[in-house]
C-alpha cells in the first residue's frame, strides 16, 4: 500500500499513521519526506527517527503508530510471516513486536530489491519490479498445500491445516511449536485477530447505529464486554469510538485501505 501526502494540508495529529496489531510482517519504503516511530500512547513530539532507510516490522500484538513531521510519499509491502518463513527462513516469533533495519532481517537479494524500488520511477514501476521479484521464488518456496486467504481467519486455518500435516512431527505441542514458528504467536493469539477483523467488517458494513451485541455473538465473543476489551486491545479503541475515527480521523487511513 501508498501514502502520499504531498499535495495535502494536514496537521500533526493528521501525519499520523495509526495500525492495529497484526499477524503480518511489513517492509516500508519513503520516496519522500520521512516516517518517525511514535509510542501508541505519546504525541509526535516525542518520534524517533525509524532504525534504518528500509525498515522491516514483523508481526505485532499490540496497536502501533508513526508520523510524518511533513509531506511524504511512502509504500509498505505487507507479507504473511509463513511465506517469508518459506522465502527466507524467517523465524517470524523473533521479530514479534519489533520494528528494526531491513538489513537485519533480509538477505543480500532482498536488500538489492529494496534498493532498486526506492531508485524506481513511480509506484507502478515499483510494484512491477516487486512482483517480478517475488513471483518466481514464491513459485519455488511455496508449500504443497495452500488456502487461498481472503480473511485473517482462512489464512489460520491454512497455517494450522499445514502444520498439523506436516511430515516433521504431527503431535500437539509440534503442531503448536511450528505454528509459533511460521507465524511468531501461537494460534489463540492468530484466533483473536481473526474475530476482531470480522467484528471490524461487520461493523463497518452495519448501520449508522451497529448492534454491537450481535455483532459480538457473530464474532464468537463471549459477550459484547468481550468484544470491548479485545478491540482495545488491539487498537487502542473501543469499538464505538474506532468505528467513529475511522470514518473522521485522517490518521486512520490504512484502516480504511484495508475495509
Same mark, same amino acid.
Given at each position: ?5 504531498? =499535495? ?14 497484526? /499477524?503480518? @510482517? ?7 519526506? *520521512?516516517?518517525?516511530? +511514535? ?23 499490540? /496497536?502501533?503508530?508513526?508520523? @510524518? ?35 537485519? +532481517?533480509?538477505?543480500? *537479494?532482498?536488500?538489492?530489491? @529494496?534498493?532498486? +524500488?526506492?531508485?524506481?520511477?513511480? &509506484? *507502478? ?27 485473517? =481467519? ?24 511450528? !505454528? ?8 489463540? *493469539? ?11 467488517? &461487520?461493523?463497518?458494513?452495519?448501520? /449508522?447505529? /451497529?448492534?454491537?451485541?450481535? !455483532?459480538? +455473538? ?6 459484547? =464486554?468481550?468484544? @470491548? $476489551?479485545?478491540? $482495545? ?15 473522521? &480521523? ?10
Amino acid at each position: 500500500m501508498t501514502r502520499d501526502t504531498r =499535495s495535502l494540508e494536514l496537521s500533526d495529529e493528521q501525519r499520523l499513521n495509526r495500525f492495529p496489531a497484526s /499477524p503480518l @510482517c511489513s517492509l516500508s519504503w519513503w520516496f519522500h519526506g *520521512e516516517s518517525r516511530m +511514535v509510542g501508541f500512547d505519546e504525541p509526535p513530539a516525542a518520534s524517533r527517527p525509524m532504525p534504518g532507510r528500509f525498515v522491516f516490522g514483523g508481526p505485532h500484538r499490540v /496497536p502501533t503508530q508513526s508520523w @510524518c513531521p511533513g509531506p511524504a510519499h511512502a509504500m509498505m509491502l505487507v507479507l504473511l510471516p509463513d511465506a517469508l518463513h518459506h522465502l527466507i527462513g524467517l523465524d517470524a516469533e523473533r521479530w514479534v513486536n519489533r520494528i528494526v533495519d531491513a538489513a537485519e +532481517v533480509l538477505p543480500p *537479494e532482498w536488500l538489492a530489491l @529494496c534498493e532498486a +524500488v526506492q531508485c524506481a520511477p513511480d &509506484d *507502478e514501476a515499483r510494484v512491477r519490479l516487486i512482483e517480478d521479484f517475488l513471483d518466481p521464488r514464491w513459485q519455488a518456496a511455496r508449500p504443497a498445500q495452500v488456502m487461498t486467504a481472503h480473511r485473517y =481467519s482462512d489464512w489460520a486455518q491454512g497455517l494450522a491445516l499445514r502444520a498439523a500435516t506436516s511430515s516433521a512431527g504431527r503431535s500437539l505441542r509440534q503442531v503448536e511449536r511450528r !505454528i509459533k514458528q511460521w507465524a511468531g504467536q501461537p494460534m489463540r *493469539e492468530l484466533r483473536g485477530m481473526a474475530r476482531a477483523e470480522k467484528a471490524f467488517f &461487520d461493523a463497518l458494513a452495519a448501520a /449508522p447505529d /451497529p448492534d454491537w451485541a450481535g !455483532i459480538a +455473538v457473530e464474532g464468537g465473543y463471549a459477550d459484547q =464486554s468481550h468484544l @470491548c $476489551r479485545e478491540t $482495545r486491545r488491539l487498537t487502542g479503541f473501543a469499538p464505538v469510538e474506532l468505528r467513529r475515527r475511522i470514518a473522521e &480521523d485522517e490518521s486512520f487511513w490504512a484502516y480504511r485501505l484495508w475495509g
